[in-house]
């Protein structure tokens, strides 16, 4: 996979930016609770900002109430931010583009966005794994869509929707090739409660978006069938490394796996009980189907098609990664839980 060329190389999480608010509209695509929470913050910040959905009775609601009452109600829209259903006009009224869109409807965005992007517009995303059928990074199903020339960015990092929604403090990380770019970003989300950092470290800030939900997966599992605290530490430090080995494998920096956007964004979705990913493999363990337990949830589980994305892309490049195997073997092949437990603890001993 190609690597994006880098500034001067620094630790990637450790550059805090200015809190001062851009004024350039942003547009921001898919009216999801965090296509929605991060419209909210923008708008909150004093950044002027359009919602664009696929779901025109669900902006019509958003427009009408000021307040995403599927997805985030206790989350009223600030002033700044404005409902538009129109797709080409959204994006036209804008500088910056944010795709909030599930991974896969990323690409389809993308052609979507392209023959509308006029000349200094730039793109952004906060959409999480791999292509699927490809085992791309988003950055590069973006390069391969948009072309070298549109500055690209994505956001990432230890964060809820609903809790942004709420104003609660918060820390993420906007990572892209163009430092410019990133700190224009990072300035226009921060404010009181909300503290953007920068990274050149766009390959690593993906990966650990990507890998993060097979691990909640996993740890959901694990406390769903009564393993105890000891399993579910053991699981978050060595599917840290798997993430960290696959990472570095594709061309990040090993330091980006310490900071928010990878080892904050594992903690918190493999120990709370707001992340998807963490409740679908409760169910898991409750006997659920894999069918059965998302329409439990209700909502997309990254986790289940990233097991598949993972399992391949680590496969292709000979990285290591056994509990991501295992997840991939409980939800694609049908493996009992004990079994895929004794695969991994009867492993041989190896130096950690």
């Known amino acids: 996979m190609s ?7 620094a630790d990637s999480e450790a550059r805090p930016v200015p809190l001062a608010p851009a004024r350039a509209p942003v547009a921001v695509l898919g009216s999801g609770s965090w ?6 913050q ?6 002027p900002t359009l919602l664009w959905g696929r779901d025109a009775a669900l902006l019509a609601t958003c427009a009408s109430e000021r307040r995403n ?8 829209f600030p002033e700044g931010l404005v409902v538009e259903p129109d797709f080409a006009r959204a994006v036209g009224r804008a500088v910056d583009v944010l795709v909030a869109v599930p991974s896969h409807a990323f690409r389809e965005t993308l052609v979507r966005l392209k023959p509308l992007l006029g000349p200094g517009q730039r793109v ?22 948009l ?13 809820f929707a609903k809790e942004v929604g709420r104003g609660l403090p918060t820390a993420m990380t906007v990572a892209s090739p163009d430092e410019a770019f990133a700190a224009e970003l990072a300035v226009s989300l921060s404010g009181q409660n ?3 950092y920068t990274s050149p470290d766009i390959v690593g800030v993906e990966v ?3 890998v993060k939900n097979v691990l909640a997966i996993a740890t959901g599992i694990a406390d769903g069938m009564g393993y105890g605290a000891n399993t579910r530490i053991a699981l978050i430090t060595r599917g840290l490394a798997e993430m960290t080995r696959l990472g570095v494998q594709l061309g990040a920096r090993e330091s980006t796996f310490m900071g928010l956007a990878a080892l904050g964004d594992l903690v918190l979705t493999c120990t709370d009980d707001q992340s998807r990913n963490r409740r679908f493999g409760l169910a898991i363990a409750r006997g659920h189907t894999a069918e059965e337990a998302m329409r439990e949830i209700g909502q997309v589980v990254e986790g289940v098609q990233a097991a598949r994305a993972v399992r391949t892309v680590a496969r292709q490049h000979g990285v290591e990664m056994p509990i991501a195997e295992q997840v991939y073997a409980i939800l694609h092949e049908g493996r009992p839980v004990p079994e895929a437990v004794r695969a991994l603890m009867g492993r041989g001993l190896k130096r950690e």
């Open 42 to 47: 923008f708008a909150r910040a004093g950044r």
């Open 124 to 145: 952004a995303w906060a959409t999480k794994g791999f292509e699927l059928d490809t085992g791309r990074l988003p950055h590069e199903v973006a390069r391969e869509v």
């Open 69 to 76: 009452a599927r997805y985030l109600p206790d989350a009223p």
């Open 147 to 159: 072309g070298e020339g549109v500055p690209v960015a994505v956001l990432s990092g230890p964060t």
């Open 208 to 210: 650990g978006g990507a």
């Open 194 to 196: 909300f503290r953007a």
């Open 35 to 40: 296509g929605t929470a991060l419209a909210i």
């Open 3 to 9: 690597t994006p060329t880098a500034g001067p190389r």
